[in-house]
């Protein structure tokens, strides 16, 4: 995308990167906004490539608070309690 989507993306900034990809970078108030944004790329048949929290100097990616330590990704989103799935 160019920066001729710049109003169709009020607010957020766009930067072209390698391989035909955008950044889109934003400070969102809140949830709702975020959702504003995603409507907006899924009504653009865009691929998504990533969502990421960033610090407040916005290139850190911040930890996710609620990730168990040591655990392999694929872990960390399972439910912890799977009894109900026992027969």
Known sequence: M???WSAYFSGITLTAEPGWNTRLSAELADQSA???LLNHVRDLNL???SVQLLDSDGLTPVACRRC?????LAEQNKPSNTS???G
Request: net charge positive; charged share 30%; glycine share 6%.
């Open 47 to 49: 691929r998504l490539i």
């Open 84 to 86: 109900f799935l026992d």
């Open 2 to 4: 160019d920066a001729s």
């Open 68 to 72: 168990p330590k040591n655990k392999p």
């Open 34 to 36: 975020l959702y504003g």
